[in-house]
């Protein structure tokens, strides 16, 4: 079955404790992408991978970093989580950058305390 | 910049009704247009497109949306509401002309729709 997959999918954690949220994807995808989803704002994009070793930011990006290393796989790291940065997660990928489709993830709901 | 507005952030309906979710848009170029669906503990999913060509778009589960251009506007309806389709919804839109090599999507805030029997 084509799918994102995301884990994990709740994660309760302590300031400054770093984690990291891993995606993975097995559509042969070249684009990956992060965005976070809080009350109000929507969706709105952390980072993006065009293809393997190709990141850039997007719209929210203090406080994340991200990998591609592997085509299937784009992980989301935060270093030193910061209360603010407790919402939901999601990856998405497409076939490529200039694809109008997205394939969504099922989601990581992070809570830092 | 683009930006999106989705008027109404809970929407309620009775089974059978109507559905009308409002999305307009404000880009100096009309852009790619779409409508997200996400079901209670799921990741979004593709609803419906606009791109190119006739004006009124059909999605899934009976959907559909139409872009018009003087209004700046890309209603989502459908005709009779069911209990399945109570979900949230986005609208999000893509420029025409891509920065770099990326179609970067800006989402609006999304509208609960509730769905009453």
Request: glycine content about 8%; aromatic content about 12%; hydrophobic content about 30%.
């Amino acid at each position: 079955e084509a799918q994102v997959t995301q884990n994990p999918r709740y994660l309760i954690t302590v300031t400054g404790k770093k984690l990291t949220v891993t995606c993975s994807q097995n559509m042969n995808h070249e684009y990956m992408s992060w965005y976070r989803q809080d009350p109000g704002l929507g969706l709105r994009q952390i980072y993006y991978s065009m293809n393997v070793e190709v990141t850039d930011k997007g719209d929210v990006p203090e406080g994340y970093k991200v990998s591609r290393k592997e085509k299937r796989n784009f992980p989301l790291i935060l270093e030193s989580p910061s209360p603010n940065q407790t919402s939901l997660y999601f990856c998405a990928s497409s076939v490529t950058g200039l694809s109008y489709e997205q394939y969504f993830g099922p989601g990581t709901r992070l809570t830092v305390t | 910049a683009q930006s999106v507005t989705q008027l109404g952030s809970h929407v309620s309906v009775s089974e059978g009704a109507l559905v009308l979710l409002r999305c307009n848009y404000s880009s100096s170029v009309p852009p790619y247009l779409f409508w997200y669906v996400q079901y209670p503990n799921q990741g979004l999913q593709l609803l419906l497109k606009y791109t190119t060509g006739a004006t009124l778009v059909k999605g899934i589960n009976g959907f559909e949306a139409e872009f018009k251009k003087s209004e700046t506007s890309f209603h989502l309806t459908k005709p009779s509401a069911h209990m399945s389709d109570a979900a949230e919804y986005f609208c999000a839109v893509s420029p025409l002309i891509s920065s770099g090599s990326a179609r970067q999507l800006t989402f609006g805030s999304g509208t609960q729709l509730t769905v009453l029997p």
